[in-house]
Structure formats: C-alpha cells, structure tokens
C-alpha cells in the first residue's frame, strides 16, 4: 500500500530558537578572550580566569610546556564549538539539548580541574 503525502503522519516540529545557543557562544567568545589574555597578564598574570575560561588550551601547558598556535586555536574555537553542540542537540529536542548541556559542563569542569592540577594526559 502506497502513501501519499496526505496520509503521514505530521512531523514533530523541532523547538524554535534552535540557533539561539550558536549564536549566544559566537557573541561570548570575544569576551572570554579577552578576560583570559587579561587573566595570563601578557605571561605575567596568574592564568585563572583562563584556565576556567579555556581548560583544553592550558592543559596544553602540561603537555609541551607552552601554548602552541595550535592550542591558540582551540581556545577561539571552544566556546562556538559548544554552542555548535548544543543547538545541533536543541533541534532534536529540548531534553536531549539539557543533557548535552550537562555532558559539556561536566566535561568543562573535569578539564579546569586537570589543568589546575598539571594533570599528564
């Protein structure tokens, strides 16, 4: 038995503002750059506000002792690769969208706290 397009069933409709969080972490980005390179002080600073802001740039530290460009590059696409994750997990829907907020921040935390530690991966 053949379907027409009459006779499916509708599609759930996806949350709206799904874009909202990609768009909020573009716009924080700068931000967070700046409270970072004010925290590291030009190298002379204490680096914790940018160890909290930027955890898998600093844990690069423990890594090869520096940050590299590389690492640089992370630190600018974090927070967008975030928001990234979470309006990919709103369109599915808004509890999948709460838990993968949870799954980034517990990740996020394990990582500050790592870097505080000069954990060795």
Do not use: E
């Amino acid at each position: 038995m053949a379907t027409t397009p009459d006779s499916r069933p509708p599609r759930p409709s996806r949350p709206a503002g799904w874009g909202i969080p990609l768009a909020v972490s573009i716009a924080w980005t700068p931000f967070a750059l700046l409270g970072g390179i004010a925290s590291a002080g030009m190298g002379h600073g204490d680096y914790v506000a940018a160890t909290i802001l930027f955890p898998y740039t600093m844990l690069s530290t423990a890594w090869v002792g520096r940050i590299n460009n590389l690492f640089v590059f992370v630190a600018v696409v974090q927070w967008p690769l975030y928001g990234l994750a979470l309006s990919g997990a709103l369109r599915h829907s808004r509890r999948f969208c709460l838990f993968a907020f949870l799954l980034l921040t517990m990740a996020h935390v394990v990582a500050v706290q790592c870097a505080f530690k000069d954990v060795k991966l």
